[in-house]
């Protein structure tokens, strides 16, 4: 028998890399879409302008707790893109060009999932576990799982932008575990941050933290999940 009838996963950094989503290419297209032309090194640029913006001291906390709800997450990253976009280009809208980074963001192909993803989410539904995911996020990423083929292996899906709870508070834990039917004593979570995926623990969960380093083109060390749920 198994050990556990469920396994939960985090979404960016544990199942689809968060390093490479915003490409000048996607942006290119991104904004073509709304009027604006970038070349190639425009576009490289103003995402590392928008990064630095968003992921600087003052932009983590600016966007602290904007999961709760997708029209905050909008918001709060359009602005803060935006702000990154002024006097980026003299012919150019900021609010236009924050959109298009925006859009580039929340864009389902953006997404790449790292080589053992697939895999693996196939190996334990094949199992009979059940399966979930759990992500502090502003938008529904259930359209990425559809890029990936692998949407109807998961059986449910609980979005911070969909309950207005963030990990590491324990509602979503809680609410994944419910709409499983699963105890949370036969549960596993697998994520990256010691902290909000931890948080699981307190809910009764078992908890796998995955390494920190991470490379787009090579396996995540998903693999150990299925030892962990065998």
């Given amino acids: 028998m198994s050990r556990f009838d469920a396994v939960l996963f985090d979404f960016s950094g544990t199942l689809f890399d968060d390093g490479n989503v915003m490409t000048p290419s996607g942006l290119q297209f991104q904004a073509a879409e709304r009027g604006v032309l970038l070349g190639f090194d425009e576009a490289s640029s103003l995402i590392r302008r928008a990064r630095q913006r968003v992921d600087g001291p003052r932009g983590l906390a600016e966007r602290e707790g904007c999961d709760r709800s997708a029209q905050l997450h909008r918001e709060v990253w359009t602005r803060l893109m935006t702000e990154s976009s002024n006097g980026f280009r003299d012919d150019a809208d900021p609010g236009v060009l924050?959109?298009?980074?925006?859009?580039?963001?929340?864009?389902?192909?953006s997404w790449p999932a790292y080589p053992d993803t697939a895999s693996v989410l196939k190996t334990l539904h094949a199992e009979g576990l059940k399966?979930?995911?759990?992500?502090?996020?502003?938008?529904?990423?259930?359209?990425?799982?559809?890029?990936?083929?692998?949407?109807?292996?998961?059986d449910s899906f609980v979005l911070s932008c969909e309950h207005d709870t963030v990990k590491p508070e324990p509602d979503l834990f809680r609410i994944a575990c419910a709409e499983l039917g699963v105890s949370p004593s036969r549960t596993l979570f697998v994520g990256d941050d010691p902290v909000k995926d931890g948080a699981a623990a307190r809910v009764g969960l078992a908890v796998y933290v995955l390494p920190t380093d991470r490379h787009r083109d090579r396996p995540r060390g998903l693999d150990a999940v299925l030892s962990l749920a065998a």
């Fill in 98 to 109: 924050g959109e298009s980074l925006y859009a580039c963001l929340a864009d389902p192909g």
């Fill in 131 to 154: 399966l979930g995911v759990v992500s502090n996020i502003g938008w529904d990423i259930r359209p990425t799982f559809a890029e990936l083929g692998v949407t109807d292996l998961i």
